[in-house]
């Protein structure tokens, strides 16, 4: 459905493109608001974390350098454990192929899967695949509600639009990290005293 509105509902010069992203320049806002609009009126179920880069703790970070991929590692982890059921025997995991700054892809595969087995049921099948969004159509929707998730969270144009859209459509969402800073001065307050 989402291949086949775009190769009739964008502009020409962007009909056959293997990949049209949420932020693409040559699509209007308009365009983009029916989009998710198309995308939002799918069976689709919405469970998603996120952070501020102002609350990215200090674990993540090397001498003023963000570790990314070890980032990114940790939440796709937390947001694969709002998907996971005592009842499930199998969890299947497609997310996007990137490139994981300071981790393998394997080590990416086992930490994940080191996370969600303890969640699942003895015996249970884990699967974590990485897919190129260039030729699938679902990572690509992911993309899109990423997308217009961020420009809400990070209130940028259209961010107040996208998630009125998309909001019959969201399940659970939460915010990580939120307290770290927070947390982090009230514990060496209590160290001081000690």
Known sequence: ??????????????RNQPEIKFSEVNISDELRLRTLRMISEMDIRIKYTYLKRENIPSEYRNNGKLNSGILYTQVVAENLKLYTSAAD??????CDQRHLKGITRKE???????????????????????IDSKTNANIQIA????GAL???????????ECHEILKNNIIESDELFKDYWEDKYANKKLNRKD
């Open 1 to 14: 459905m989402f291949k086949s509105w775009q190769r009739t509902r964008f502009p020409r010069k962007n």
């Open 89 to 94: 025997n199998e969890f299947r995991v497609f």
């Open 108 to 130: 990416f595969k086992n930490i994940l899967t080191a996370g969600i087995l303890p969640l699942l049921p003895r015996n249970s099948i884990v699967q974590i695949e990485m």
């Open 143 to 146: 993309d899109w509600i990423s």
């Open 150 to 160: 961020a420009s809400h969270h990070e209130n940028k144009t259209l961010g107040k």
